[in-house]
């Protein structure tokens, strides 16, 4: 619209530019020539060469300008155009992209639906399971608990003649066929488990326990804590298991050593070398030279110290001693008081063994 308003301004223009010339022409031809009192007289020249000039270079800008305009124009719908195609494409890509994310929304909803399905049902098998063992657990309880009441009546009878092999050996194998008979649905590894546990219950209560370390023991899980005086308990075990199982001749860094165990700040791991000869060290708690394929350090910063082997296990038994306490600290041991106390000692005679180099 705009570009013919134009045009037909400038049809206009030259138009009127054009009639203007003739008029001229003819003005200029009339008055060329005059007759005044009978005389032809020339009169002077009017100039209209500058007036024309003039508009004919407005002509020529103005023509100029709208063919600017018309580039700019058209300049302008090409931009329109590609930017209106742009927009297609882009609104087409989001749509895809926007199936895409909900289908993969879907296939992993349902992914995760099947997951759930079966993790529920390996619950529900886990604890069928974990309820069938529990009652195969009370009822060999219940068995041993009659076998025993069963064979202490028959110690404490008359025996009125020497029984022969065969005979002593009666209330074992009875235990063994009742046990069978009980659990004969049981697999054949899992009732040789069983019999062993027995034969093992069995060996551990003919243990002679010392009743003096048991009831400083269990007068220490009253209010069970880490420390040389905190119980009679642990002034025993440091006196006599775990300092001389931290005795070294580098006193200073074995005394730093116990005060990081008690603080649980301790890192122990080996040392990869590619030869021998490069672990060939100073024991940094010996003081000798010798094979140190371990090292250790003190809290998260702390320098790293190469130790030997024998160290290494001093220092480890020490460290799975406080870390059982710790677990009794927590309540994470759920075993009743003499199995504590024996696992107690278990770990002290590791200590032992450990500071023998056994």
């Not at 002077?44 to 063919?67: C, F, G, N, W, Y």
């Not at 155009?81 to 199936?99: K, M, P, Q, V, Y």
């Not at 657990?137 to 065969?166: D, G, H, M, Q, W």
């Not at 672990?279 to 350090?297: A, E, H, P, T």
Request: glycine share 2%; with cysteine; aromatic share 4%.
């Amino acid at each position: 619209m705009m570009t013919m308003e134009r045009t037909s301004l400038v049809n206009a223009i030259e138009s009127l530019l054009d009639h203007r010339s003739d008029v001229s022409d003819a003005n200029s031809v009339d008055s060329a020539f005059s007759i005044e009192n009978g005389v032809v007289t020339t009169p002077e020249p009017i100039e209209h060469s500058t007036s024309s000039a003039t508009l004919l270079h407005e002509l020529q800008r103005v023509k100029e300008d709208l063919k600017s305009k018309d580039i700019e124009i058209q300049r302008a719908h090409e931009i329109r155009e590609n930017t209106d195609r742009e927009i297609e494409d882009l609104t087409a890509s989001l749509f895809e992209s926007a199936h895409s994310m909900v289908e993969q929304a879907k296939y992993a909803q349902a992914n995760a639906e099947q997951k759930l399905k079966t993790a529920n049902q390996t619950i529900d098998a886990l604890v069928l399971e974990n309820t069938q063992l529990k009652k195969s657990v009370n009822e060999l309880k219940e068995i041993i608990n009659n076998c025993r009441s069963s064979l202490i009546t028959n110690r404490s009878s008359p025996v009125t003649s020497v029984l022969s092999s065969t005979e002593q050996q009666q209330p074992e194998s009875s235990i063994r066929r009742i046990v069978r008979e009980k659990l004969h649905k049981r697999s054949s590894s899992d009732l040789q488990q069983s019999l062993s546990s027995i034969d093992i219950s069995t060996k551990m209560d003919t243990n002679v326990v010392d009743t003096v370390l048991l009831r400083e023991f269990a007068r220490w899980e009253e209010k069970p804590s880490i420390g040389c005086d905190s119980s009679a308990c642990m002034h025993r075990v440091y006196s006599e298991d775990i300092l001389p199982c931290l005795t070294f001749p580098n006193a200073d860094l074995s005394s730093r050593i116990l005060t990081a165990i008690e603080h649980n700040d301790v890192t122990m791991e080996t040392c990869h070398m590619r030869t021998i000869d490069e672990n060939m060290k100073v024991c940094s708690l010996m003081g000798d030279l010798c094979q140190c394929n371990y090292r250790i350090r003190l809290g998260e910063n702390g320098e790293w110290y190469p130790i030997s082997r024998l160290s290494r296990n001093r220092i480890a038994s020490v460290c799975d001693f406080f870390t059982f306490i710790r677990h009794v600290q927590s309540g994470l041991v759920k075993s009743d008081t003499r199995n504590r106390y024996n696992k107690i000692i278990e770990l002290r005679k590791q200590m032992a063994f450990a500071r023998l180099g056994l």
